[in-house]
């Protein structure tokens, strides 16, 4: 195993996924398998290359003039949330 | 009706000997009494379908009607529909309804296409096979008991089943071109950039593309062009005039360099998909193409580069799924960091899970330069491969997949041999380039014939030439025209 219960549960945590206690010996097998898969890059010699940035060479990021173009649809978007009142998303107490 | 193909449907329908209504009735009958059994479709728009193709009647018979006029189609559910249900295959987005339309759609749909539903898929478009979509595993028509392939396996199911005449796909390491492959369909990866992503839902945004799945080269080409082209709400999309994709097909293989890739005949392929892929690229060369041996030496990594750099990609992206502005809430929150575990814990499903936690490890402090910066190291090399290929020849070909379609749960133990099954195709999303699977004849699997498909890809910006190859050799061959049997 490359990687140990440990690891697993704080990658885990960093990635804000909650993992069952009887899935983490699974994740932890099957992680360390891709791990241990990915490991094999290390062999290539890529002294000098520059790590690819984009597929396509010689692009640049557009800019735009930043002026408003769309209209105000909060309450469509709003829609699709779990709670929301006023207009704002309502999410668990955060400061007691 | 339901064997015609879009250039036949935009015929009949010009020539008004059926209805856009007529065939939307008639795939829709179909799609009730055939689509279940092969969990193609997570939902079906038959209202909205009858609904579009009344409009599409209206002005045909008002001489406006365009190529696609009427035309019925579906789209993978990765994309989102303004108003329809947008659900990328998982428990996340349930009960997500789309507020606007992917450019995609809205181009389709304002060429006058016929949306008849969203199809089946992977969940966030990860997977080999449609086995890990929270709505269940989509069936191979050529055989229920096997894969349709994925990610995009719900539109490759629905097309080879004759439920709709085309639909779209996206393709990240293969997703189009694989199920295209084991289903006997045409499919097509354009360039990264060739086509907007705005509104189709993210994975790994250095290699999704959008594209198509279609019965034969010429339907792709009509609906890559109508999917094409600049948009300036996708950052990624390259601003370059989009080419007569159909008008450039009928250019003759005389001349034409074929690379044939060394690497791709290794010994993970089945023979006898390697026979059939041999004798295709022999039928080319009968035709007057040249064909000599290529080399990407650096084409074995690409796998492990992209379980690093599509799993770092995707823990990005997926970070915005936090039970707040949409997606799965977990009930009874005790406190905020509890409603980000549980919603994700809950809303995603195990093959998400792991490539978010693979991702969030490659990109970690203290691992970030071993994984990812030396991935992205090995991916240069790779694009480069290809580069020193496209000099010397104008595409390379091989198979798209080592083998046929294999049944469903034969791959699901161990994440490795499925993510092997993608070892031809996810060179060509490392480098950015167009490919194209095409079918090239049948293995038999007991009482079974399965499909295999042919790979073509070629450099940056040259979908014309991948379709116009394609196209030349469906002329001289039919195996794109087989139908699986039970769906005639």
């Keep these: 195993m490359s990687l140990t219960r440990a690891q697993v549960e704080g990658i885990a945590r960093l990635a804000r996924l909650q993992i069952t206690e009887e899935q983490l010996p699974v994740y932890v097998d099957r992680l360390s398998r891709i791990i241990d898969f990915v490991e094999q890059l290390s062999a290539a010699k890529t002294d000098d290359v520059e790590p690819m940035a984009h597929p396509l060479a010689g692009q640049v990021q557009r800019l735009r003039a930043d002026e408003v173009r769309e209209t105000d649809q909060h309450e469509k978007y709003q829609r699709n949330a779990a709670s929301v009142a006023a207009g704002l998303y309502l999410v668990p107490k955060v400061i007691e | 009706m339901h064997t015609l193909t879009v250039g036949e449907i935009a015929a009949g329908l010009a020539a008004r000997r059926f209805s856009s209504v007529e065939i939307t009735r008639h795939l829709l009958g179909r799609i009730e009494r055939l689509g279940a059994g092969l969990n193609a479709f997570v939902t079906v728009t038959a209202e909205r379908a009858l609904q579009d193709a009344r409009e599409a009647d209206a002005r045909l018979a008002r001489g406006e009607g365009g190529p696609l006029t009427g035309v019925p189609i579906a789209h993978k559910d990765i994309f989102c529909t303004d108003g329809i249900l947008t659900t990328c295959g998982s428990r996340m987005l349930d009960t997500f309804v789309a507020p606007y339309d992917a450019t995609v759609v809205a181009r389709w749909r304002s060429a006058g296409t016929v949306l008849l539903g969203k199809t089946n898929m992977d969940e966030f478009a990860m997977g080999s096979s449609n086995e890990t979509s929270f709505f269940g595993p989509v069936r191979n028509p050529w055989d229920p008991a096997r894969v349709p392939g994925g990610s995009s ?38 360039t990264y950039g060739r086509v907007s992503r705005y509104g189709m839902i993210a994975f790994a945004s250095s290699l999704d593309q959008a594209g198509v799945l279609a019965r034969s080269a010429e339907d792709a080409a009509r609906l890559l062009g109508a999917m094409a082209g600049f948009d300036p709400r996708d950052s990624t999309c390259v601003d370059s005039p989009v080419p007569d994709y159909h008008g450039a097909l009928a250019v003759p293989l005389e001349g034409l360099r074929i690379g044939v890739l060394r690497e791709f005949f290794d010994k993970g392929l089945d023979p006898r998909v390697g026979r059939l892929v041999r004798a295709a690229i022999g039928a080319l060369e009968e035709r007057g193409a040249s064909v000599r041996e290529v080399s990407l030496p650096h084409l074995p990594l690409s796998v492990p580069t992209y379980y690093v750099v599509a799993p770092a990609e995707c823990s990005s992206n997926l970070s915005r799924f936090d039970g707040v502005r949409f997606g799965h809430r977990c009930e009874k929150p005790r406190d905020l960091l509890d409603m980000y575990e549980r919603s994700r814990g809950e809303g995603f499903g195990d093959e998400v899970k792991r490539r978010i936690m693979t991702g969030t490890y490659v990109l970690s402090a203290g691992y970030y330069d071993a994984y990812y910066l030396k991935a992205q190291k090995v991916r240069q090399l790779i694009a480069g491969d290809f580069a020193r290929a496209f000099a010397e020849v104008d595409v390379v070909i091989g198979p798209t997949t080592p083998t046929a379609a294999f049944e469903l749960g034969a791959k699901t133990s161990d994440p490795i041999t499925m993510y092997l099954n993608d ?28 499909p295999a498909g042919l790979q073509l890809i070629g450099p940056h910006f040259g979908e014309a030439r991948l379709l116009g190859i394609a196209h030349q050799y469906q002329l001289m061959t039919d195996w794109h025209r087989r139908m699986p049997p039970g769906y005639e």
Excluded: H, W
């Design chain 2, 153 to 190: 396996g719900g539109s490759a199911a629905a097309v080879a089943a004759r439920l709709a005449p085309a639909a779209s796909g996206t393709d990240t390491g293969g997703s189009i071109r694989q199920p295209a492959a084991l289903t006997n369909l045409t499919g097509l990866k354009p």
């Design chain 2, 423 to 450: 070892i031809y195709t996810i060179g060509a999303n490392l480098a950015g380039l167009p490919a194209v699977s095409v079918p090239c004849g049948f293995v038999r699997e007991g009482d079974r014939e399965l």
